[in-house]
């Protein structure tokens, strides 16, 4: 409430109203405190970027009111009411905001958003008590066009099987499994151009047990199908968003089984019907982050350890992933066939990874923009720390300047993000926010380059 007395004056007769308004997931706070003048109150209700603040002042008092956005008012006894912006962490942040700011679950992660063809925006991640928990289902949040809030999250899918249907040999649920149900992973969403939208995920008790799933919604994303299974060997996408390019769908896919960290491309040319795949990508041997060191010796590389990839357009007509990998940097591979056939997946020397997921998007004048963690392991170490989260522009793929810093903070993590272009040429971003809550940005790419 930042409810405090005037050190250099007599207890209370000046008030110091300074609450920390920068505590991001306090969404209000309603306190009384009764000084020996009578009680002084303070409750207020924010957002990211907006805060409605009630305040009352006992009689023979004065008090000074400290607002986020840098003002400070003197003010006497009675009631006053504060309606202020919170101001942007930059000028091309146009939206700053939560999904949701309570749910039924206690952990999130592992979002995606599309836009629609009137402008409205789906988003879409799992949720339950915990990744890998049984409990965890797929759930959507949507922004109608002109709308500055989300609906709240409504549950599209889960891992429940009856033992009488035949998808559940599918997803290997069998009578030892409790409940018959298994957990669900990574939704991605997608626009088939005049048809459904599509909400693919995987089910499984791990990453290997994943079996591929989708729902289609024929409105907009307010009703939902019934799961169908994806055919046998497919897995959909497996993190990141289709392009629709030439005619083809092209799902940028992986797996982490029995043969390590392999990246494929799943792809269908008669509008998801049929699919077909290109079978892991071969990739260059170089050394896995533990192994990066002056003493590292060469029998100790292998093949680049790569999933998670995103697919790039230029404008030759080349297409490139970026893909998350084990291996300190980020990866790359390309395709001159329209995704048929690809090059061997090579590091992307100077961009970073910290082994953890990434999404990018070609832009609409050519340019790519990257949403990634902006760090790689330390000596020795597999993993490096999920933060802080950025936006890099590149013109050629391969060398990314980063332009903003969408969280920073040591309470970790800000990961998997997912980033599209609307039509109207701003970024929409969403990103795992401590596990706790999703995250979502939209940014204005003149603003930011004129900063």
């Given amino acids: 409430a930042g409810i405090q007395s005037d050190s250099t004056r007599t207890g209370f007769r000046h008030i110091i109203l300074k609450p920390d308004f920068d505590i991001q997931n306090l969404f209000w706070v309603n306190a009384s405190y009764r000084s020996p003048y009578g009680t002084i109150k303070s409750a207020w209700r924010k957002t990211l970027t907006h805060l409605e603040w009630d305040v009352t002042i006992p009689c023979n008092t004065t008090a000074e009111v400290h607002l986020p956005n840098g003002k400070t008012e003197q003010i006497g006894s009675g009631t006053y009411h504060y309606s202020v912006d919170i101001p942007a962490l930059h000028p091309a942040v146009l939206e700053n905001q939560f999904l949701y700011e309570k749910a039924s679950f206690p952990e999130c992660h592992a979002s995606t958003i599309v836009e629609l063809d009137n402008g409205d925006l789906v988003a879409a991640f799992f949720g339950g008590t915990k990744e890998r928990n049984p409990d965890v289902c797929i759930w959507v949040c949507r922004k109608p066009k002109g709308s500055d809030a989300w609906t709240e999250p409504m549950k599209v899918a889960d891992g429940v099987f009856d033992l009488n249907d035949p998808d559940a040999k599918i997803a290997g649920i069998t009578s030892d499994i409790k409940d018959h149900r298994k957990a669900c992973w990574n939704p991605v969403l997608f626009q088939v151009p005049g048809g459904d939208l599509l909400l693919f995920f995987k089910i499984g008790l791990n990453v290997p047990d994943w079996t591929g799933w989708l729902v289609r919604s024929k409105d907009g994303g307010k009703t939902w199908s019934k799961r169908e299974a994806l055919p046998q060997g497919f897995l959909g996408p497996i993190k990141n ?65 790569v999933i998670q990839p995103s697919i790039l357009k230029h404008k030759d007509g080349t297409l490139q992933v970026i893909c998350r990998t084990r291996n300190s940097h980020l990866a790359t591979s390309w395709s001159k066939d329209n995704g048929s056939t690809w090059s061997k997946v090579t590091l992307i020397e100077g961009l970073p990874n910290n082994n953890s997921g990434t999404d990018a998007v070609t832009l609409q004048d050519g ?64 990103f795992t926010w401590r596990r706790e809550l999703i995250k979502y940005m939209e940014i204005d790419l003149n603003k930011l380059e004129k900063k």
Wanted: net charge negative; proline share 9%; charged share 25%.
């Fill in 241 to 305: 968003k289709p392009e629709f390019i030439n005619g083809r769908i092209l799902c940028p896919s992986s797996t982490e089984g029995e043969q390590g960290w392999r990246i494929h491309i799943e792809y269908s040319d008669d509008m998801g019907k049929t699919w077909k795949t290109t079978g892991p990508i071969p990739a260059e041997m170089e050394f896995p982050s533990q192994y990066r060191n002056m003493n590292a010796d060469e029998k100790e590389k292998r093949p680049i350890l």
């Fill in 367 to 430: 340019r790519h923009a990257l949403v990634y963690n902006n760090f790689s392991p330390l000596l020795g170490e597999k993993k490096g720390v999920r933060t802080p989260i950025n936006l890099a522009l590149s013109d050629d793929g391969i060398h990314w300047t980063p332009v903003l810093t969408l969280e920073d903070s040591p309470i970790r993590e800000y990961s998997y993000p997912a980033i599209i272009q609307g039509k109207d040429g701003k970024l929409h971003i969403t």
